[in-house]
C-alpha cells in the first residue's frame, strides 16, 4: 500500500512539472507515428522505400505531377501487414514536368527531360507535395522519417527491456546475498563496465553480424551494467530494514522476499535509469548505423539517413542530414528531460 501510494505521490509531482509533461506527450506521440506509420507517411510502401532517381534531393516543399497507370500484377497484403509495414504500390508513377491529353491516351514529357512520350490507355493525374523534400535517391524524406521512428524506439524498447532483465536479476542477487556471490557479480560488472561502451557495442554487432535484430542485442548487452550498479545498492540499504528482517524470521525463502518486497522498492531509480537509457539507446543506434554496422538499407534509420547526406552540409542541401539529427536530438532531449523529472518526482526528500 505504501509502494502505491509513493507512486502516486510521484505520479502528482510528475504531472505539475510542464517540461515532463510536454516531452511524455512528444514520445507519445512519436510511439504512435512509428506503430502506424503506414497510415501517416505520403509514401505508404515497405520501409518508404519508393525511388524516383530524377527526383532526387528536391528542395522542401516541392510538388511534382505524376501520372500514376495501374499495374498488372498487384502484390496482395493482409491488412494488419499493410496497417504496420505498409503494401507494394498497386500503380506505377511517373513523375513528369509538362502534359498534353490527347484522344484515349497523353504526351508528356518526363520530370527534367525535353523528350515526348505518349501513354495510351488509363491513366490518373496527381500532384504531390514532398514536404521535406527528397533524399539522394528521389524517397520521400517526410515518409523515411516517420518510419525512422519506429526503428530508433524499437531499438530504444528492447535494448531496455535486455538491460533490465539481466542488470536487475543480477543486482538483487548481488545486493541480497552479498559475501563472494556479490564478490563473484561485482567482479564481471566491473570488468564490463572498463571496457567502451561503443568498442563493445561494435565488437558483438560484428560478431553477430549486421542487421535490425543483432542490433537489439547489441546494445542491449552494454546498457544492464548500470542497472545493476544501481539495484544493487538500493537493496544493500533496503535488506537492512525491518520488514526485510521480519520476513527471514518468519523463515520466507529468500526469492520470495528480494522479488515480492525488495523488488517494488526498488522501481522507482529503474524507471529513472531506463529513461536514461532509452536516450542512449537511441544514440548507438544511431552512431552505429552511421558506421554502417546498424540497420541495413533500405531500412530507414536517422543515423542511415545522416551517413547518406553529411556531404550536403557544405552545399545548399544541408537539411538532408540536419532534419533527422534534428529528429534524434529531439527524441533523446524528450527522454533525458522525463527522466530528470522522474528521479525528481521519486525522491522522497522532496
Not at 505520479?11 to 515532463?20: F, P, Q
Not at 528542395?59 to 491488412?79: A, G, L, M, Y
Not at 539481466?166 to 556479490?182: E, K, M, N
Not at 542541401?317 to 527524441?331: D, E, H, N, Q, V
Amino acid at each position: 500500500m505504501e509502494s502505491s501510494s509513493l507512486n502516486t505521490l510521484a505520479w502528482i509531482k510528475l504531472k505539475k512539472d510542464s517540461l515532463a509533461v510536454v516531452s511524455l506527450f512528444f514520445i507519445t506521440l512519436c510511439a504512435l507515428l512509428g506503430i502506424f506509420a503506414p497510415v501517416f507517411m505520403p509514401d505508404d510502401t515497405p520501409m518508404a522505400n519508393e525511388m524516383h532517381i530524377e527526383l532526387a534531393t528536391l528542395h522542401p516543399n516541392t510538388t511534382i505531377q505524376f501520372i500514376e497507370i495501374k499495374k498488372q500484377n498487384i502484390e496482395d497484403v493482409s491488412f494488419i501487414q499493410a496497417l504496420f509495414f505498409g503494401k507494394p504500390s498497386s500503380v506505377k508513377r511517373i513523375p513528369i514536368g509538362s502534359f498534353l491529353k490527347i484522344n484515349g491516351g497523353i504526351n508528356y514529357s518526363p520530370f527534367q527531360s525535353a523528350i515526348e512520350q505518349t501513354y495510351l490507355g488509363n491513366y490518373v493525374l496527381k500532384e504531390q507535395t514532398f514536404y521535406f523534400g527528397t533524399d539522394k535517391y528521389g524517397r520521400d524524406l517526410l515518409s523515411r522519417l516517420m518510419y525512422g521512428i519506429r526503428i530508433s524506439l524499437s531499438v530504444g524498447f528492447i535494448a531496455v527491456l535486455i538491460s533490465l532483465l539481466i542488470g536487475i536479476s543480477l543486482g538483487l542477487i548481488a545486493g541480497y546475498f552479498r559475501g563472494r556471490t556479490d564478490d563473484v557479480i561485482m567482479w564481471f560488472v566491473n570488468v564490463i563496465w572498463s571496457i567502451p561502451t561503443l568498442l563493445m557495442v561494435i565488437a558483438i554487432t560484428l560478431a553477430l553480424g549486421k542487421g535490425f535484430w543483432q542490433v537489439f542485442v547489441a546494445v542491449g548487452l552494454t546498457m544492464w551494467v548500470e542497472v545493476a550498479r544501481i539495484v544493487r545498492g538500493q537493496v544493500l540499504s533496503i535488506r537492512e530494514l525491518e520488514y526485510v528482517e521480519a520476513g527471514k524470521a518468519l523463515a520466507y525463502r529468500p526469492f520470495r522476499i528480494i522479488f515480492k518486497h525488495i523488488l517494488p522498492n526498488v522501481i522507482g531509480p529503474v524507471i529513472v535509469i531506463s529513461a536514461a537509457n532509452f536516450a542512449a539507446a537511441i544514440l548507438i543506434e544511431a552512431g552505429l548505423s552511421f558506421l554502417g554496422i546498424g540497420t541495413q538499407p533500405p531500412m530507414p534509420s536517422w543515423g542511415g539517413m545522416i551517413k547518406d547526406h553529411y556531404a550536403y552540409i557544405i552545399m545548399d542541401k544541408a537539411y538532408l542530414a540536419i532534419i533527422p539529427g534534428f529528429a534524434i536530438m529531439s527524441l533523446v532531449l524528450a527522454f533525458m528531460l522525463l527522466g530528470n523529472s522522474l528521479r525528481d518526482a521519486f525522491d522522497v526528500k522532496n
